[in-house]
């Protein structure tokens, strides 16, 4: 077998994907099909790590437009995110794949608090964690919180799922048939172009540490293990050259059970 091109992996996921066809919620068959997917990667020594996202439940800036405080706002989509990731914790280990929610707010009951050190670990026992709560603050979004905490641990790769969209392109190609794809872009031509792969925080983040994002399709059921297995899918963003596997920080310091 051809080993993987990445190692450890960020997974963010958006809210809405969990929705499936359905307008609002979780429909358990597509949360089913996310657990599907990512148990082969695990399978194949890939070791995973996920955000998602809360919106299929709750949008914190569209609340607080209409009025409501923004830092309520945005702890009631903290809260979101960690509904999804329990569902999505239950789907994995309905398919036998050991998984651990951590939550950057403290919710002692269902979810471990987020332990950068406890979380490699959990990474490097071929346990998928999934951080739940965004980064804790008001104000982040969760693609700030995947970029961070995919450093914060050492993920080679950022893969940002997206629904029914394979790749970036110059507009909304669901709105508007003359859109482009672009196959690779540099932080600051995302940045520049306005292009809405991420918030701007998320991506100088990525830029500053040179972390790679790839942007695919995650209806696409062959996409991530092409990924992984070196093939070009979807769209690449990084640095001005191709890119090659990062090295893995995450495994210096002490490492507790």
Not at 20 to 29: A, H, L, N, S, T
Not at 133 to 140: E, I, Q, S, V
Request: aromatic fraction near 6%; hydrophobic fraction near 40%.
């Amino acid at each position: 077998m051809v080993a993987p091109r990445y190692k450890r992996i960020m997974l963010k996921l958006s809210g809405e994907a969990l929705m499936g066809d359905q307008r609002y919620g979780i429909d358990p068959e597509m949360v089913g099909y996310i657990g599907t997917q990512v148990g082969a990667l695990q399978r194949q020594g890939i070791e995973v790590s996920i955000v998602i996202g809360g919106g299929n439940i709750w949008r914190g800036v569209a609340a607080a437009r209409q009025g409501m405080d923004r830092a309520t706002a945005d702890y009631m989509g903290m809260l979101a995110t960690a509904i999804n990731a329990l569902a999505l914790q239950d789907a994995l280990e309905a398919l036998d794949v050991w998984t651990r929610v951590q939550s950057a707010i403290t919710m002692a009951e269902i979810a471990e608090p987020y332990i950068r050190r406890r979380a490699i670990r959990h990474l490097e026992k071929g346990r998928v964690v999934i951080f739940a709560a965004g980064t804790g603050n008001p104000y982040f979004t969760t693609d700030t919180a995947a970029a961070l905490r995919a450093i914060e641990i050492g993920a080679d790769v950022l893969l940002m799922a997206k629904n029914r969209v394979d790749g970036v392109y110059s507009d909304d190609p669901q709105k508007n048939p003359e859109a482009t794809k672009f196959d690779h872009l540099t932080y600051m031509e995302a940045i520049e172009k306005g292009l809405r792969v991420m918030d701007t925080t998320a991506l100088s983040l990525c830029m500053e540490n040179e972390l790679p994002i790839i942007v695919f399709d995650l209806r696409n059921s062959e996409a991530m293990g092409r990924i992984l297995a070196g093939d070009h899918v979807g769209t690449l963003i990084s640095s001005d050259g191709p890119s090659g596997p990062r090295r893995s920080r995450g495994s210096s310091g002490s490492r507790p059970s």
